[in-house]
Each structure stands twice: as structure tokens, then as C-alpha cells.
């Protein structure tokens, strides 16, 4: 296949996809395509929050992070925080301070289930750390929704996430497409080893990668803030002198171009992210990235709170596994993509609690 045919693909994939995506009307409503994944087989559906006339309790939903040290989980926060205003219901956000801190969440999912919280919406540290916990709140009749990260327990509820195999995939193909693969020498650093959407990126990156004549030199995994994953390349570029391209997750992308600014590579080394952020999109349009995966974050985090609301309120879902349509951003089809659908709005402040009125 040729690096215009990829290009092309990419391209069109990003433009079909954000023709889909639109914003909430008037009434805070909102109808999204979505793909469906309900037992493997992905199906296009729209997706449109549920009416409020539909609500009829002021229900209290527990939130967990991994962390909340950068603007991809901010976009995720400021996307439930919308939809709970939206339904006049009550979130609490609990975060346990990076990917290292399994036994935080598991703390604080296990206090969640004590305080009674009506539903859990989780964005997991371990796909199958917390499936014991996802059991218990099942029995205790606490419907557990997996947003995000990926979680591997039947018992779950519902998945409001996009395929980062298919976000690996994406980014290895765009790699290929804008280089010369047999001259690619790239540093991969795809995030913390054991969570479910690192794990799934490397999985989809690595399957483009073989027999395409690109080596890939190293693999780097790590907790994903900014400061682990920029002393993580710093380091490699270091130790592996001909890397010419990184592929990092989000943090990593944004961390890639100080750590090449700093030893005067900055353009004789190409950078790709996985998903996307605000410092990422910025460096892309400014020729420094060449382009990102993006998972459309804050649609994820309406979907996850919507999904808590239907299934509390005894509503069919359209689909118990869905997400919106990943897609590959660069400069050149930046302009499609609507920023509150990726973001939080500029200025917006993490907000942990929100009462139902």
C-alpha cells in the first residue's frame, strides 16, 4: 500500500467521523454517531442522551481516575460534569494519584460501594485488577460502567470506550505513511504496562509494525504523566542515537518535543501520539508532531454518564460496548474536529464534586 493511499485513508477516516459529531443543541441534548461493539461485531449507531423526562431521581454516581495531572483526564472530568448538570444528578470524583496507585483506586472503589453510591463509573489502573471489586458492586446492586481504560470483568455494566487497537493501528499506519519505513528507527512509549489501553496500543501499533521494514529500537513502558514518560525518552535518546521517530501516549508526544528541543533534535526526529491533548494538538499545528490518534475524550465521559443514568433508570442501551469513531489529526484536518468533543474549554477547572439541584 502506498504512503498516499494511507494518508488518503486517514484522512477521509477523520473527516467521517467529525461530520457525526455534533453539538449539544439548545435543550443540552446531544446525538452522536457512535460505534457499537456489543459481541465484537462494531455496528454505526446514533446515540442521543436520554430525555430529562426520562430521570426521576437525583442519583449519586461515584467517579475514579487514575490521576488528574493532565488535560486528558480534565477533558473527562469536564464531560461528566456537563452531563451531570445536564440530568440534575450528583458525581464525586475520586482520584488516586497515578498509575502506580492501584491499591488507591481499589480503596476507593471499595468505599464507594460502602457509601451506597448509586453507580460507579471507573476509568481503571488495572483491567483486571479491579474486576473482584466490579463483582461486589454487581451484588451489591451497584451497576459498575468502564470508561476509557478498558476493563476485562464480565460483570461489568457497560463500556463507554474507544479501541486503543485501533488507536495503535491508526498511529503505526500514519507512521508508515509519512516516512520511509525501511529508514524508521522508532522509540515506542505507549504508557504503564498492565493498563488496558496501553496494553491495547501496543498491540495494534506492533501489528502494523511487523514485516513493515521499520524497527522499532525500543519499547518504553511507564506511569503516564508527563515528567515519567519525559525522563523515559530523554533517556533513550540518550542510549539509542539513531531513533529518528517517537511514538509515544499523549503525555509522551508533549514531553518528545522538549526532550528534543533540549538535545537540538527537533527535526531531524519525527513525533507521533497515540491519543490526543491540548499541548499535542498545539505542536501539531505547529509542524512539530506529525499527527495524533484521538479518542474524543469528553464524548466518552457524557457516553459513560449517560450509560449510569439509562441503566439506574431501567432504560434499554443502544449498546452495552460503544464509544465514538476514533480518528488520526493533522495540521491538515485539524479544522474538522470540534475542540469540546476532544477538551475541556479553555479555563475550565477540574471540579470534583457536583450536587444535584
Not at 477521509?12 to 449539544?24: H, I, K, N, P, R
Not at 448509586?118 to 460502567?145: N, R
Not at 503516564?224 to 530523554?234: E, P, R, T, W, Y
Not at 449517560?306 to 469513531?325: C, F, I, S, Y
Request: hydrophobic share 45%; charged share 20%; with cysteine.
Amino acid at each position: 500500500m502506498s504512503r498516499r493511499f494511507i494518508s488518503t485513508l486517514v484522512c477521509l477516516a477523520g473527516l467521517a467521523t467529525v461530520g457525526a459529531l455534533s453539538a449539544e443543541a439548545a435543550d443540552d441534548s446531544w446525538t452522536f454517531d457512535i460505534l457499537a461493539r456489543d459481541g465484537g461485531v462494531p455496528k454505526q449507531i446514533k446515540w442521543t442522551n436520554i430525555p430529562k423526562d426520562k430521570i426521576t431521581k437525583p442519583w449519586n454516581i461515584c467517579v475514579l481516575f487514575p490521576h488528574m495531572k493532565n488535560v486528558y483526564w480534565v477533558a473527562g472530568n469536564y464531560g461528566m460534569v456537563q452531563e451531570a448538570q445536564r440530568d440534575h444528578i450528583s458525581t464525586q470524583l475520586f482520584e488516586a494519584g497515578g498509575y502506580q496507585n492501584l491499591s488507591t483506586q481499589l480503596n476507593q472503589f471499595d468505599n464507594c460501594i460502602a457509601n451506597k453510591y448509586d453507580a460507579i463509573v471507573i476509568a481503571a489502573i488495572s483491567a483486571d485488577g479491579v474486576g473482584p471489586l466490579v463483582k461486589k458492586a454487581t451484588a451489591a446492586g451497584i451497576p459498575v460502567i468502564d470508561y476509557a481504560n478498558g476493563i476485562n470483568e464480565p460483570a461489568i455494566a457497560a463500556h463507554a470506550t474507544v479501541s486503543f487497537v485501533d488507536l495503535g493501528r491508526m498511529t503505526g499506519k500514519a507512521v508508515l505513511g509519512s516516512s520511509d519505513a525501511k529508514k524508521d528507527v522508532i522509540g515506542f512509549f505507549p504508557g504503564p504496562e498492565g493498563a488496558n489501553f496501553s496494553d491495547d496500543a501496543v498491540k495494534g501499533f506492533m501489528e502494523v509494525m511487523k514485516d513493515s521494514g521499520a524497527k522499532v529500537a525500543l519499547t518504553k513502558r511507564g506511569d503516564a504523566s508527563l515528567n515519567v514518560q519525559l525522563d523515559l525518552i530523554d533517556n533513550a535518546l540518550q542510549a539509542y542515537p539513531d531513533i529518528n521517530y517517537i511514538v509515544a501516549i499523549d503525555p509522551g508526544a508533549q514531553g518528545a518535543i522538549t526532550a528534543l528541543r533540549n538535545s537540538r533534535r527537533l527535526g531531524e526526529v519525527k513525533v507521533a501520539s497515540i491519543n490526543i491533548i491540548p499541548p499535542v494538538y498545539d505542536d501539531i499545528l505547529a509542524g512539530l508532531t506529525e499527527g495524533s490518534g484521538v479518542d474524543f475524550t469528553v464524548i466518552q465521559a457524557k457516553l459513560a454518564i449517560d450509560m449510569a443514568v439509562r441503566l439506574l433508570e431501567k432504560q434499554d442501551l443502544p449498546a452495552h460496548e460503544a464509544g465514538p469513531n476514533p480518528a488520526f489529526l493533522t495540521k491538515a484536518n485539524a479544522k474538522n474536529y470540534e475542540w469540546t468533543t476532544m477538551f475541556a474549554p479553555k479555563g475550565f477547572a477540574a471540579t470534583y464534586s457536583v450536587q444535584a439541584k
